[in-house]
């Protein structure tokens, strides 16, 4: 079921933003994991049933994790990679590079925004997440960059956004 009321989507920090980086060992990124897996449980609770994740390094795989977690106990639960362009993960480190390939081999649904990268690409790709969800969760902190226009973009649309604080305080 892919209509906009049964969608929720994510956005949320690459590593450079959160507090501990790249180690997903921290206790504070474990905490986060968790409080993810909550509000994409509580989202499937409120009738969401197709998640689109923007497959970006750090918290986005975070969420396509816990989708794909959640697509376990319910397999009527579907995930949509939005890729911003083909060449989203070319530069990453290898190991990210095949983290972020096994996810997308796991999702139901992939769409490329655009073949080629561009400068606009990445607004392109978040604009197309909130168009298609009635939900946003957001790992958010209030840093200007990608998180912050899509968390302001989706509540000019009215779409709903659960905010995820990167740490409680």
Known sequence: M??????????GHRPG??????????????????RLWDAVEAAYQEGMRHFICGMALG??????EAVLRLREMHPEVTIEAAIPCLTQADTWPP???RRYRALLAQCDYETVV?????????????RY???HSSILIAV??????????????AMERGVSVVDLPTVLR
Do not use: H, I
């Not at 180690?23 to 474990?30: H, I, K």
């Not at 958010?140 to 998180?147: N, R, S």
């Open 17 to 34: 933003k959160l507090p501990w980086g790249t180690d997903e060992g921290d206790l504070r990124c474990l905490n986060l994991k968790q």
């Open 59 to 64: 918290c986005d795989l975070f969420f396509a």
């Open 129 to 131: 997440m909130v168009d």
């Open 114 to 126: 655009q073949e080629k990268y561009s400068s606009t690409c990445m607004q392109r790709r978040d």
């Open 95 to 97: 190991a990210q590079q």
């Open 140 to 153: 958010f902190d209030g840093l200007p960059g990608g998180t912050r226009y899509t968390v302001q973009y």
């Open 2 to 11: 892919r209509g906009r009321q049964s969608t929720c989507s994510f956005t």
